[in-house]
């Protein structure tokens, strides 16, 4: 059993760890305080093959996998984790519903410019009144002269208010039949007439991904712009969401090991009573513990991953990386804040950024209680 990395996954993680050191982590606190998405840096990503990873080379992509992906996203979390979260929403949800279920039509014409980081995607799933439970969506699509009209409202929706967005891939119900919800997944691309946005969301943490509520009112499209089969929509979302999970664990490991990083500096160079906190025992185990947990984190994401580039079932595994890493995130976050202090509650110190990132890690793409239903019942329950 081999736990190193090949040796392309060592330069893959040594260039985006340059790209986090010189282009991101020098402005990422300034992105924050201001809101600001940094279009510029996504085109750089595009340059350098980054933003297609997990789609082939014949539509512009790389295909270099989960692994891979994971490998990526441990230096870009690492640097900052709005930039890194825009970059996971675009490179999954977003585009891996044309990869598997668009025709040839529809990846050359959208999936194409999203691999190549011409232009960024988002996916529209979550509502005012639908979120863990995916089918309570209430944004309809009928059937209207050659196409779909679309009505709804879509809510907490990243990447689409952009000035890079394509458009957005969204969930909406078709109908009925036998008293069941039909879903679709649909395509509805920038300056459709129908399609708006509301302002900025003013979050938490994440403050330089652009977040909104997205509204469709009598918004037309044409048939092509349905992908997959009427019908299959709910189940396409679920099947590509377990590939969400893995990313969002690595965007949670991610943050984990850059706490303990920020944390073990300031322990190291921060002295009282003549000494380096370090060395007293109280922040030495609260290191130790910090540690333990972000390598355990580690092992569960790389599993996962592994097991979706070998075609074989992670589902569990997937949702029980998400779990962990996610609670390892606020527990070791937080356990940074507390070895730093003072310093650790003020606004421009790092640690402080990646603190009130780590929270959404437990909600986004599944709340940890979806994540322990959905591990239940692979486990029979």
Sequence with gaps: M????????????????????????PFAAEWSESATFPSPLFHRLGEL???GMLVPEAYGGSGAGMVAYVAAMEELGAADQSVAAAWNAHS???????????????????LRPLA??????????TEPEAGSDASAVRTTARRHDGGWVIDGTKMFISNAGTDMSLGVTLLATTGEVDGRKRFAMFFVPEGTPGYSKGAPLKKLGWHAMDTRELVFDGCFVEDHHLIGDDGGGLRHFLEVLDRGRVSVAALALALAREALDLALVHAQGREQFGQPIAKFQAVAHKLADMATEVDAARLLVYR?????DQGRPYRKEAAMAKLYASEVANRVASASVQVHGGYGYLRESAVS????DAKVLEIGEGTNEVQRNVIARCLGC
């Design 353 to 356: 950024r990646f603190y009130a």
């Design 2 to 25: 081999d736990f190193d990395l090949p040796p392309e996954l060592i330069e893959l993680q040594r260039l985006c760890r340059d790209v986090g050191a010189k282009e991101i982590r």
């Design 49 to 51: 093959g980054l933003m």
């Design 92 to 110: 999954t949800i977003a585009s891996l519903p044309l990869l598997e279920y668009g025709t040839e039509r529809q990846k050359q014409e959208w």
């Design 116 to 125: 190549t980081g011409e232009r960024l995607g988002a996916f529209g799933l």
């Design 304 to 308: 996962a991953a592994w097991l979706a």
